[in-house]
C-alpha cells in the first residue's frame, strides 16, 4: 500500500552512520560508514543493484562493487558509485547509456565498470 508522509520518517533497517543520500524518481540510496551501499524503493528497470528486478520495502545492499565507495548518486532510475582511485561503477536504466560502459542496449541489475576519468558525478535527471 502507498502512503504519502508529510513528515519525515526513519527507514527501516538503517542505523546511524550512513551519509550522502541519493533520491532517484523512484529509488532512494545511502552510503554506509563502513562503504557499502544500500537502497530501496523501486526495482524495476535494476536500479536497486541488488541483482534483482524488483521493488524493496527495506534497504538492500549493492551487490559485486569490490572496493569501498566514498559516494553514491542516483538518477532516475539508475545509480552510479565513486569507488577508490576515482573509478565509477553504475548500475540500472542504461537506455540512454547513462551507466558510461559505451552501450545502451541493456538495463543491468548489478555494477558494471563506468568511466575511466576523473569527473564530478552528479544525479542529473535521465529520461529511462
Given at each position: 500500500?502507498?502512503?504519502?508522509?508529510l513528515?519525515?520518517v526513519?527507514v527501516?533497517?538503517?542505523?546511524?552512520?550512513?551519509?550522502?543520500?541519493?533520491?532517484?524518481?523512484?529509488?532512494?540510496?545511502?552510503?554506509?560508514?563502513?562503504?557499502?551501499?544500500?537502497c530501496?524503493?523501486?526495482?524495476?528497470?535494476?536500479?536497486?543493484?541488488?541483482?534483482?528486478?524488483?521493488d524493496?520495502?527495506?534497504?538492500?545492499?549493492?551487490v559485486?562493487?569490490?572496493?569501498?565507495?566514498?559516494?553514491?548518486?542516483t538518477?532516475?532510475?539508475h545509480?552510479?558509485a565513486?569507488?577508490?582511485q576515482g573509478?565509477?561503477?553504475c548500475w540500472?536504466?542504461?537506455?540512454?547509456g547513462?551507466?558510461?560502459?559505451?552501450?545502451n542496449?541493456?538495463?543491468?541489475a548489478v555494477?558494471?565498470?563506468?568511466?575511466?576519468?576523473?569527473f564530478?558525478?552528479?544525479?542529473?535527471?535521465?529520461?529511462?
Amino acid at each position: 500500500m502507498h502512503v504519502d508522509r508529510l513528515t519525515p520518517v526513519a527507514v527501516t533497517g538503517l542505523s546511524s552512520g550512513m551519509h550522502g543520500p541519493g533520491g532517484g524518481f523512484y529509488h532512494s540510496c545511502v552510503t554506509t560508514t563502513g562503504g557499502e551501499i544500500r537502497c530501496w524503493g523501486g526495482g524495476g528497470s535494476g536500479q536497486l543493484g541488488n541483482d534483482m528486478w524488483n521493488d524493496q520495502l527495506t534497504p538492500v545492499t549493492v551487490v559485486e562493487l569490490g572496493d569501498p565507495v566514498s559516494s553514491v548518486s542516483t538518477g532516475l532510475v539508475h545509480t552510479c558509485a565513486i569507488l577508490p582511485q576515482g573509478r565509477v561503477k553504475c548500475w540500472g536504466s542504461n537506455g540512454y547509456g547513462q551507466l558510461g560502459n559505451n552501450d545502451n542496449s541493456l538495463s543491468v541489475a548489478v555494477p558494471v565498470d563506468a568511466l575511466e576519468d576523473e569527473f564530478i558525478l552528479r544525479g542529473d535527471f535521465d529520461p529511462m
